[in-house]
């Protein structure tokens, strides 16, 4: 069955750790995205790539990094876990910036 | 950057009414998205509608780009329907703060 696919479903982190989310696509879709949402303030973007080999930052950027070394995988990392990351995280991949989005299912991510 | 305000905040209906979701945007935008995020977390596109109107059975949208508004209107509402909805703006990839939607039986 097509669609996205994240991992881990769930992660307890200490903090300073080093954690990478990951995302899989196999649409085919050339724009992925990383969103984190948090209560009461909806989905914010964190990073997105249009294509393979490009990549953009977002509303929320700093303390996260990705890579889109091919056009199926979109992990995000975060480098040193801070308390404040705790959050749902959400990818998400469209076949073009803005045209309708397809998300995966959430990773919820809890930094001690 | 954009603004995209969502009201009401907060809705509870009886099954079977219907109600109107409002999405304002303070830009001009090229695409917007009402997404459904169930009780348990699932994000689910429900239109993709930067003008005009769509219908998709009991659910139907509308999005004026001149005036900076959508709205998502719910007839017959079902208390699957429950959960909170969002509008997205694709400037910056914005997402409203959502309408949480409770029909009770």
């Known amino acids: 069955i097509a669609g996205i696919t994240q991992a881990p479903t769930s992660q307890i982190l200490a903090a300073g750790r080093r954690m990478t989310l990951r995302c899989t696509q196999d649409m085919r879709h050339n724009a992925m995205y990383w969103y984190r949402q948090d209560l009461g303030l909806g989905l914010r973007l964190i990073h997105y790539s249009n294509t393979a080999g490009t990549t953009g930052k977002g509303e929320v950027p700093d303390g996260y990094s990705v890579s889109r070394a091919n056009t199926d995988d979109f992990p995000l990392t975060l480098a040193s876990a801070v308390p404040s990351q705790t959050s749902v995280y959400f990818c998400a991949s469209s076949q073009g910036w803005g045209n309708e989005q397809f998300f995966g299912p959430g990773t919820r991510l809890t930094v001690l | 950057g954009i603004q995209v305000e969502q009201s009401p905040p907060d809705l509870i209906l009886q099954e079977g009414a219907n109600s109107t979701l409002r999405c304002n945007f303070s830009?001009?935008?090229?695409?917007l998205q009402w997404f459904h995020q169930n009780p348990w977390g699932q994000l689910i596109n429900l239109f993709y509608i930067p003008s005009g109107t769509k219908q998709n059975g009991r659910l139907s949208a509308t999005t004026v780009a001149t005036e900076r508004y959508s709205l998502l209107y719910i007839s017959s509402s079902q208390t699957t329907d429950s959960g909170v909805y969002f509008c997205a703006v694709d400037s910056d990839m914005r997402f409203g703060a959502g309408t949480r939607l409770t029909v009770k039986p």
């Open positions: 830009d001009s935008v090229n695409n």
